[in-house]
């Protein structure tokens, strides 16, 4: 893991983590200021780089072009420690540059000297981005052989090991190098159990690769651990690398262990155990057909016991992998494995899961092979809530200002139909179909765009289930109403555009022919076009990328609409975000551009005799050129600069686009509706009839009694008003 420190004076060239310096890779100390790497220098002919302490350096001098070795490092060197001060190996190690991987590989068999063929072979491999599958398969049975040979001295271990850390940065594979990568994992198991008696030092690191042997007094020992101490990189440094041959309690806290491992308690006495540990920083020799691997990094631990007493066994292995998530994300799940040589492939048999606090996964296995811990993310989003408020409030009065347009407009549909006037019917339909698609999409998106299955899913992992994860990223089941949503707004967004395209194509057809009909098929056509398009453009959406399992090649989950970016959380063209809408939208904008610049090219054109009205002829005719910009959805290309923007530009085209597209539905009230006179009559009318059936309200109070002093059978009442000012009452 990258460990986020805090800059502090007391560490010289680091940063504190937890009240410990943390050390860049090329300072070590308690207080970074002691010096881990060799100095930029030059050996012979050779310029040499600054270089981590145990990695090799490769010279600035590349081989000709016209050679097989075209682009490669001339030579080679290691820095290590001599006379107690960092220096480079000399004489440098060089490459002949007319070899290839497959002459070494046939000069294996012979009595060519072994270190000379492991240090070609290094030189060869030391771009993995130019290796190809066959190439790389090559390259790692050169390494198991060379690990494997009895001639083999300390130095060709080393070159061979420096050889498989740079395959493992190697992207491409195929199934013949997954075979050959099976036998060296086997290869270097065996090298990390024999590496304390072979070599003087019981320790390899590379930059991907650790091999750690030890050998054990199995009488005085209670467990071992292995452990490799976070850095600011993820590369391993030797410095970061510990073995403590004698622990009964787990890590040192003031340690980070990514990952430890705890070897057993001991059973025979009088026996020396060899044990060994190899740490690989990633996963590429372990090709797993459950487990898709798409953004983790995943490390895996091997530890191995060997020894003359072969009932010597491991009673539990505890290790601890402290996972890098990808930005934005948190854990979702995780699971402890092994890797499983029969069935090539991760296995969880005799192994546990325990808690996982602060980013920390427990493990324990009762055998010993190659561990890891699957894991998987989830996405943590964030939002930005200004704009969401302004969305909010600029589509709460688009509906308004549609709801009031799609009324009047349907009146006067109405009242059109019984005068069959075709053309005027044909064009109010039109801006009655744009604005119906447009609050379609406008509700759609304010009752569902809002993902909320993640939020609102009851389905937890449990924590104790310790079952093979089938990805690195989880993906909330699909329930059908987020995928539903999305291919609604997809289709009345389509359909929006669809429609006003043809209102504009209409415009242009009566403006510049001057004619006052369309053609008798133009109906059916605009029908076809702004209904039948979108749904078709949907449907082949959906049925190109929507699977029930992997509902997000389809749509987000972020938001219920088209899905945008990769795994690496890039902007991908093969995504339907790319080529289901901004392709068709851009074809369908520029296209309304060009109706737009056809149609103000014919309006705008003055007549120079006619000075008295010029000014407001030009405000009228700018007038009408901006609502057909409007009605035709032009404010939409402001999306396309958001796109390609970043900080400041990017922030302020997003205010921008939401200002203008969340508003359309305003817009088009204002400009089509609110301005028209048959508009205008309608609310003065409708504002005289509230004015009309207004009245005064005026209340009297009666009181009322029967006249008991009169002889008459009639009732008799009386105003209580007028009660005390009139001496007689008043018969009704």
């Not at 068709?584 to 008295?612: E, F, H, I, Q, W």
């Amino acid at each position: 893991k990258r460990s986020t420190c805090t800059p502090s004076p007391k560490c010289h060239k680091g940063g504190t983590l937890n009240g410990v310096c943390v050390c860049p890779d090329e300072w070590t100390g308690e207080t970074c200021s002691q010096a881990n790497f060799c100095n930029e220098t030059t050996l012979g002919k050779f310029k040499f780089p600054k270089t981590i302490i145990g990695w090799f350096a490769y010279s600035e001098e590349k081989c000709a072009k016209n050679t097989a070795g075209a682009g490669k490092p001339q030579a080679s060197t290691r820095c290590s420690i001599r006379d107690g001060k960092p220096q480079f190996d000399d004489p440098p190690r060089v490459l002949q540059c007319e070899q290839t991987l497959s002459d070494i590989q046939r000069n294996l068999t012979s009595s060519a000297d072994l270190e000379v063929l492991a240090s070609s072979a290094q030189l060869l491999t030391s771009r993995p981005a130019d290796l190809t599958p066959e190439d790389v398969t090559v390259a790692a049975q050169i390494a198991n052989t060379l690990l494997l040979s009895p001639n083999a001295s300390e130095t060709v271990r080393v070159a061979a090991v420096a050889t498989v850390s740079q395959l493992l940065n190697v992207n491409k594979s195929d199934e013949k190098e997954t075979n050959t990568s099976q036998s060296l994992t086997l290869t270097l198991d065996q090298l990390s159990v024999n590496l304390s008696l072979t070599n003087n030092t019981p320790q390899l690191v590379q930059p991907n690769l650790v091999v750690q042997s030890a050998q054990i007094p199995a009488s005085d020992t209670q467990g071992v651990q292995f452990t490799a101490l976070a850095g600011p990189s993820s590369s391993f440094v030797a410095n970061r690398i510990r073995l403590n041959t004698n622990v009964s309690t787990t890590a040192d806290p003031r340690f980070v262990p990514l990952p430890s491992g705890r070897g057993a308690e001991r059973r025979q006495e009088g026996s020396n155990v060899s044990l060994g540990f190899v740490l690989y920083q990633n996963s590429r020799f372990f090709p797993s057909r459950t487990y898709r691997r798409r953004r983790a990094s995943l490390r895996v631990l091997s530890a191995s016991i060997g020894g003359p007493d072969r009932s010597v066994v491991a009673e539990t292995v505890e290790m601890q992998f402290r996972v890098m998530l990808p930005k934005n994300t948190s854990l979702h799940d995780f699971s402890c494995v092994f890797w499983d040589y029969g069935k090539q492939d991760w296995n969880t048999h005799g192994c546990h899961k325990g808690n996982a606090s602060d980013g920390v996964l427990r493990c324990s296995c009762n055998h010993t092979t190659n561990f890891a811990a699957l894991w998987s993310f989830r996405e943590d989003y964030e939002y930005a809530e200004a704009l969401g408020v302004l969305s909010i409030v600029g589509l709460s009065f688009s509906i308004l200002g549609l709801v009031i347009t799609i009324i009047h407009h349907l009146n006067e549909t109405f009242q059109m139909k019984s005068r069959q006037k075709q053309t005027s019917l044909n064009s109010k339909t039109s801006l009655l179909c744009i604005c119906l698609s447009l609050l379609a999409f406008i509700i759609t998106f304010l009752s569902g765009v809002q993902n909320s299955g993640p939020e609102d899913s009851t389905e937890e992992p449990s924590s104790d289930q310790n079952q093979i994860l089938e990805s690195d990223q989880y993906v909330e089941p699909d329930r059908g109403s987020c995928t539903a949503v999305a291919a609604l707004l997809h289709f009345f967004l389509l359909a929006t555009f669809s429609w006003n395209s043809m209102y504009g194509t209409q415009v242009v057809l009566l403006v510049r022919s001057m004619q006052r009909s369309l053609p008798s098929y133009w109906t059916r056509l605009s029908w076809g076009v702004g209904w039948g398009v979108p749904a078709v453009v949907t449907a082949i959406t959906l049925a190109a990328t929507y699977r029930v399992k992997n509902p997000l090649a389809y749509r987000q989950e972020e938001f219920c609409w088209l899905a945008a970016l990769d795994w690496n959380q890039e902007f991908s063209f093969g995504k339907p975000m790319f080529w289901a809408f901004i392709v068709p939208l851009g074809l369908v904008l520029l296209y309304n551009a060009v109706l737009l610049g056809l149609t103000s090219l014919t309006t705008c054109r003055g007549d120079p005799k006619l000075n008295s009205t010029r000014r407001s002829s030009l405000t009228q005719k700018f007038l009408v050129s901006f609502s057909l910009a409007v009605l035709l959805g032009l404010s939409w290309t402001l999306g396309y600069l958001v796109l390609v923007t970043t900080g400041t530009a990017n922030l302020a085209c997003s205010i921008l686009f939401c200002l203008c597209t969340t508003t359309q539905g305003l817009q088009i009230f204002i400009l089509f509706t609110a301005r028209t006179p048959s508009f205008r009559a309608a609310a003065s009318r409708s504002a005289r009839r509230l004015s009309a059936a207004g009245f005064s309200l005026r209340s009297t109070t009666y009181h009322l009694w029967k006249n008991r002093g009169q002889s008459r059978t009639s009732d008799m009442y009386r105003n209580t008003k007028d009660r005390d000012t009139k001496s007689q009452d008043t018969s009704i």
